[in-house]
């Protein structure tokens, strides 16, 4: 398995939850990039996962909140969008964007491969100016985007979904630290990640295990996301799924307290550059 096709099974939770009445978003473009893969991994996934349910409120409420915090920065005259691993994200197709906002995608050449095949068959337009960037988020990728047209100088939102726990801490300090160095004064980021309580506690090691035996391991995690995000030069705002800001009317589980330090959590962040 490789995270193109984990990209393919988040698409089919977009298109999942396109189809509910009360759905968050209108994805139209979900299934198509889906393809049959992530559509059957899905169905899988729905059929035998006890916790089938929880993960697509999760992916839902992830996928509003940036798209919020995107429609937040627009609003507020930023011009530049940037995704780090874009996977099979189909927001410049979806989300009402100004023509004059430049979006750039970031990640490896064969996942783009597929990706622009699919939106060529589909005849789909950008609402914005799309751009797309083959590069090796654990090296070197900033000139590569700056070669692109990315302005440094000028303000910027970035957003990293779900990619974070599939690296190694060393890899999470140096991909934030990295868009830190290029994004200006206030530009936004947004991201999600796990505590590092998720690895030690026995409720998450079969999920975890699954994880590892499909070839994805997650690797990392922290219990003290303001800090990490501070020494890598943002200031963040920590966000549980449920909570008020991240819930939408979706969320049914307990939210639990940060200060109960050794229970597994999922954190979604929005940080402003220092």
Known sequence: MSLAFTAKWAAAQRARESERPDRLFHDPLAKAVAGQEGMAMLSLSEQYNPNA???????????KLFDDLI???????????????????????????????????????ELFAAKEEILTRESARARCTRSVVSVDLTG??????????FDPVQPSIWIVEGLLFYLTEKDVRRLLSSIAACAARDSVLGADLVSASYFTSPSTKPALEAMAANGLPWRWGTDDPESFFAECGWRANVLQPGDPAANYGRWNQPVPPRENRGVPRSFLITAIRE
Not at 53 to 63: D, F, G, K, L, N
Not at 72 to 88: I, K, S, T, Y
Not at 92 to 99: D, H, I, V, W
Not at 140 to 149: E, F, H, K, N, V
Request: proline content about 8%; glycine content about 6%.
């Open 71 to 109: 429609a937040r920065a627009v609003a507020n005259g930023v011009r530049q969008v940037v995704l780090p691993a874009a996977g099979m994200d189909s927001r410049p197709y979806r989300l009402e964007l100004p023509m004059d906002l430049h979006w750039y995608e970031l990640d490896q050449a």
């Open 140 to 149: 070197d990728w900033t000139p590569s985007l700056i070669g692109a047209g």
């Open 53 to 63: 349910e929880p993960i697509a409120a999760y992916m839902a409420v992830r996928t």
